[in-house]
């Protein structure tokens, strides 16, 4: 089984751009502060930022897997549910 945890920051699409720079040069500022690298080494996390272009179609395609594996898991429910009532 791989499994992967991810979190990420987003916005409206109204924001307005220098509060997307603010918000951008934080986050780029944090994952090259030591203290952040290390407990992401003690996690066994590996830092990622993409850009919003990429990040944006990321996140709609991490979400079909999801919804296929939801499903599935809500079939197999049922059908235990199922064979619990016999």
Avoid: H
Avoid at 5 to 19: I, N, Q, S
Avoid at 44 to 60: L, M
Wanted: aromatic share 6%; net charge negative.
């Amino acid at each position: 089984m791989d499994l992967s945890f991810w979190a990420g920051l987003g916005g409206l699409p109204a924001t307005p751009g220098k509060l997307v720079k603010i918000m951008d040069n934080a986050v780029k500022e944090d994952l090259n502060d030591p203290d952040v690298i290390s407990k992401l080494d003690q996690t066994e996390g590996v830092p990622a930022y993409p850009t919003g272009e990429v990040y944006g179609t990321f996140v709609p395609n991490e979400r079909i897997p999801l919804e296929k594996c939801l499903t599935g898991l809500k079939k197999d429910q049922a059908r235990r549910g199922q064979e619990k009532n016999r």
